[in-house]
């Protein structure tokens, strides 16, 4: 099973440590507030309360054997360093530390940090590409200058099929899965919207109420057709 630990019970602390704890993920959450390690202790393998600076407190609770650390420790920046060097020096192979602005960033990946994320950042982007591109449901980057969409049938896509498309020959990408609207009936027995087709047949006639997702070099997916009216 894998083992995780999560320093620093902020928001974002507290949903990963939920999200990952159903998951079936072995998690050990820490802070310093009993509050909010009783927040979580019933939803992970073990929630304690500790100071993240002691280097003893941690071992005792065997940090030093987890598969990845994050700390998000949010208000106090100097305990998110020493923190994070206690971890590096204990040896655990992943080390994710959560950063409030992109300076702190680049010191926490100079003493160790294998990646650090900027939730608020990166939830600001993504939200900004998703209203300034109306035509897109989600996208996820995947990186190397690839992102994959899922794109609102396009007027020119409806009624054609992914042979006509010819979508990699004119536009070097490649319809990965169809996201095809259920009918009435079925939405209301199973209760989901869609119906996803994995490995979409070459000859499947695209409908308006589809999501296609796409596949392929960012300049690629920007040459796309987006009008669905």
């Not at 940090?63 to 990845?68: G, P, S």
């Amino acid at each position: 099973m894998i083992k995780v630990a999560i320093i620093g019970l902020g928001r974002f602390g507290i949903e990963l440590a939920r999200s990952l704890g159903s998951s079936k993920v072995e998690v050990i959450a820490i802070d310093n507030s009993d509050k909010l390690v009783n927040e979580v202790k019933d939803e992970v393998a073990i929630a304690v309360r500790l100071n993240s600076t002691d280097e003893m407190a941690l071992k005792s609770q065997e940090i030093d054997k987890v598969d990845a650390c994050v700390i998000s420790i949010g208000e106090n920046f100097e305990a998110a360093l020493l923190t994070t060097v206690i971890v590096k020096k204990l040896g655990v192979p992943k080390i994710i530390c959560r950063a409030q602005s992109k300076f702190h960033a680049e010191i926490f990946m100079q003493i160790g940090a294998t990646d650090v994320i900027q939730p608020e950042v990166q939830a600001g982007a993504h939200l900004a590409r998703l209203l300034a591109n109306p035509h897109l449901e989600d996208y996820l980057q995947v990186g190397d200058g690839y992102t994959m969409i899922e794109l609102l049938s396009p007027h020119e896509f409806v009624g054609k099929n992914l042979t006509e498309l010819s979508l990699r020959s004119k536009y070097s990408v490649n319809v990965v899965a169809v996201r095809k609207r259920n009918s009435e009936a079925i939405e209301k027995a199973t209760d989901k919207i869609y119906t996803t087709d994995c490995v979409p047949h070459p000859d499947y006639q695209i409908q308006e109420s589809d999501i296609l997702l796409i596949i392929g070099k960012d300049q690629d997916l920007a040459r796309l057709p987006t009008s669905n009216t």
